[in-house]
Nanobody
Framework: QVQLVESGGGLVQAGGSLRLSCAAS????????MGWFRQGPGKEREFVAA????????GYADSVKGRFTISRDNAKNTVYLQMNSLNPEDTAVYYC????????????WGQGTQVTVSS
């Protein structure tokens, strides 16, 4: 059974940084891509960033471009999200997700980690 475990969330002041990690286990397939999503209070879940396992330019939501960086360590089956210049609008539960193939959509999701940015 595929498991995705996020870590690294917490409380930070505006302008600060956090680094989220997502460790994957139990895969019986080669992952196509991994992504980060978030859901803020009273908001729908939204895409944040994604990166393929075979290389290529990562994708970012406009709201985080230039502030967030997604990266991966294939040997550790881990994807990271470095978040800089955080602002209160970044407050959300952050989820990582795994995409098993080139078909649209993500197949597996983590339980989420809370990020709270105080003003």
């Amino acid at each position: 059974q595929v498991q995705l475990v996020e870590s690294g969330g917490g409380l930070v002041q505006a302008g600060g940084s956090l680094r989220l990690s997502c460790a994957a286990s139990g895969r019986t397939y080669r992952s196509y891509a991994m992504g980060w999503f978030r859901q803020g209070p009273g908001k729908e879940r939204e895409f944040v960033a994604a990166i393929s396992w075979s290389g290529g330019t990562p994708g970012y939501a406009d709201s985080v471009k230039g502030r967030f960086t997604i990266s991966r360590d294939n040997a550790k089956n881990t994807v990271y999200l470095q978040m800089n210049s955080l602002n209160p609008e970044d407050t959300a539960v952050y989820y990582c997700a795994d995409r098993a193939s080139s078909s649209p959509g993500y197949d597996y999701w983590g339980q989420g980690t809370q990020v709270t940015v105080s003003s």
